[in-house]
């Protein structure tokens, strides 16, 4: 099967619900890479680019809001997220304005353009602000439900999204709740494995590894890192006792992070953090950087092995 | 202008000051300079010029209007209040606890406001995307903002001043209230942003340079800027930070700290003063 970037997916769907004429997006010059140039083909008049100033973008974006507009901004998740991280919490969080963040090319695998372009921090300081909804999908298709449900909620949403090519994971049919995890394997119940973004893929297939070394694990897609979905982590730790996070990020604020201050109040276990150990990306291939930083399925299911251990 | 309305102008304006100045003195903080210079501008925008309805603050087809220099709240709500958008009284709770007069104009909490600024250089962005709107939407209203000259330093400024001449927002007003200070000093001192007109001009702007204090010149460069045809326009206003208060006019301490009781009823009786001159 073809592997489709979740990026791909975001330009796709953006044409494909852009007969919403609320629907306005911006961008600041990289309309190729982050793929709204897909929507621009079909309405070029409500796509806007804002040349490289993405400050000036998210409170432009701001603005259009406030007129009933929805509005997508999009840039590099390094740029977006972090370069315009004060006006997307002054002119967009704190009034509550309905601005959807598409920041492509996350975490490590955006590949050879290297450390300065590889946002490994923006799950930790989007989830961070107030009014913030921040989601994570794996796949073209659960992109796709991503954006549908964006463009359903009313309020800021920070998308997360890849450049590399993925496999696909999802059918149309799949159940997609914002918020809501999905359970994509239940093996057994030796230890959880919770991943977002491209790890859920990783995850699948270590739930497989272990599956053969007779260490049977449940794997759980958390597409939404905020509001996260606390009753059903709780319900794995319950069941477990043991919770593996995976995601593309630094370890620190992220994924494990969100999981560990749900279930310390809920259902507090072991859990292991597999991301970027505090540390910056590097440049190179994207597989290879995937393999030098641990984040693949064949890692996932040692440190799995050595967390059931533990028990 | 007949002389009747330059006369409600003015007055207002007074009024604009005097209830600043009581707001800020009743929270013992806020920033009376600033409030001060850009009163005359925002009576001719409020009680001249802007279609806004009271009874209807989210109105679709209302004009905007965006303080993009936010610290100077007390001044906007002075206006807001006086339109009818809430009551008077209440500008004395401004910055307090359960208050929605948030110390700097929050769109959630304060009707009449369509934009929650204060982090300086992003209200004129507001604005830009504000304008934009109304031309994809192409609806006829017009946007309107306040900068402070020591904003300027903000790069997002620029982004947006690049913005909105390269998007030919025509539909757009901005104000330089130009009076030479800020926090730490002197504006030519701290970080010299001069000449601002200049600058603008190279950014495809029309620029028109007034006397900030001067109803009637602010009035007609109004009217030149929703003349002007392909380009947005900025109206630098040379004002006198403090203005109408002798003991803050032209001095930085006065940018961000509230009078005392003395010196509140001292800046009242010469405020009320002027505006019992024009009641004659």
């Known amino acids: 099967m073809a592997k489709i970037a979740t990026r791909e997916a975001y330009g796709k769907a953006l044409a494909e619900f852009g007969g919403d004429e609320r629907i306005v997006v911006l961008d600041a010059d990289l309309s190729k890479s982050t793929k709204t140039d897909t929507f621009k083909k079909v309405y070029p008049e409500r796509h806007i680019n804002m040349g490289i100033a993405e400050g000036n973008m998210m409170a432009v974006a701001a603005g259009l809001a406030t007129t009933g507009k929805v509005v997508f901004a999009s840039s590099f998740a390094v740029f977006a997220a972090e370069r315009a991280c004060e006006q997307i919490r002054n002119s967009i969080c704190y009034p509550k304005l309905n601005v959807k963040i598409g920041a492509t090319h996350a975490g490590i695998s955006v590949g050879e353009d290297g450390a300065s372009h590889q946002c490994v921090e923006d799950l930790a300081i989007m989830r961070s602000l107030p009014n913030m909804v921040v989601m994570s999908p794996c796949d073209a298709q659960e992109t796709r439900f991503a954006i549908k449900a964006a463009i359903e909620h009313e309020g800021p949403v920070y998308l997360r999204l890849g450049r590399l090519g993925v496999e696909e994971l999802y059918t149309e049919d799949q159940k997609f709740e914002l918020g809501k995890g999905i359970v994509l394997c239940d093996n057994g119940n030796d230890a959880t494995i919770v991943a977002t973004g491209l790890m859920v893929q990783e995850a699948v297939k270590a739930a497989e590894l272990l599956k053969a070394k007779g260490i049977n694990v449940k794997v759980v897609d958390i597409h939404t890192i905020k509001p996260i979905d606390k009753d059903l982590l709780a319900e794995c730790a319950k069941a477990t006792g043991t919770i593996v996070t995976v995601e593309e990020h630094n370890i620190i604020g992220g994924l494990g992070g969100a999981v560990c201050e749900a279930l310390a109040e809920t259902c507090p276990c072991y859990v292991k953090r597999i991301g970027l150990n505090d540390t910056f990306g590097t440049s190179g291939k994207p597989a290879e950087l995937l393999e030098k930083f641990g984040l693949t399925a064949e890692k996932i299911a040692e440190a799995t092995e050595a967390a059931v251990a533990r028990k | ?280």
């Open chain 2, 1 to 280: 202008m007949n002389e009747q309305k330059l006369l409600e102008l003015k007055k207002k304006a007074g009024l604009i000051r005097r209830y600043s100045i009581e707001a800020i003195a009743a929270a013992k903080s806020g920033h009376p300079g600033g409030s001060l210079s850009i009163a005359d501008i925002l009576s001719v925008l409020f009680f001249d010029e802007m279609k806004v309805d009271p009874k209807n603050p989210k109105w679709a087809d209302r004009d905007r209007f965006v303080l993009s220099k936010g610290h100077c709240a007390p001044a906007y709500y002075a206006a807001l209040a006086l339109k009818g958008f809430f009551p008077e009284e209440d500008l004395k709770t401004l910055r307090q606890t359960e208050s929605y007069l948030e110390g700097h104009p929050s769109m959630k909490s304060v009707p009449g406001v369509d934009m929650s600024t204060g982090s300086l250089g992003q209200g004129i962005s507001c604005a830009v995307g504000m304008a934009l709107a109304g031309k994809l939407d192409k609806k006829d209203y017009r946007v309107y903002t306040i900068l402070g000259d020591g904003e300027l330093e903000e790069g997002q400024v620029w982004e947006a001043s690049m913005c909105a001449a390269h998007y030919k927002l025509d539909n757009l007003t901005a104000f330089v209230d130009l009076n030479g200070l800020q926090i730490d000093g002197a504006t030519k001192d701290v970080m010299n942003s001069a000449p601002v007109t200049d600058k603008f001009a190279a950014f495809g702007w029309n620029v028109i340079a007034v006397d900030g204090h001067d109803i009637e010149a602010i009035r007609k460069a109004v009217d030149d800027a929703k003349a002007t045809e392909g380009k947005p326009t900025v109206i630098v206003a040379n004002t006198i930070k403090g203005k109408g208060v002798s003991f803050m006019e032209g001095n930085y301490a006065w940018h961000g700290n509230a009078p005392d009781a003395e010196q509140t009823k001292t800046a009242l009786e010469e405020i009320d003063a002027v505006i019992a001159g024009l009641e004659g």
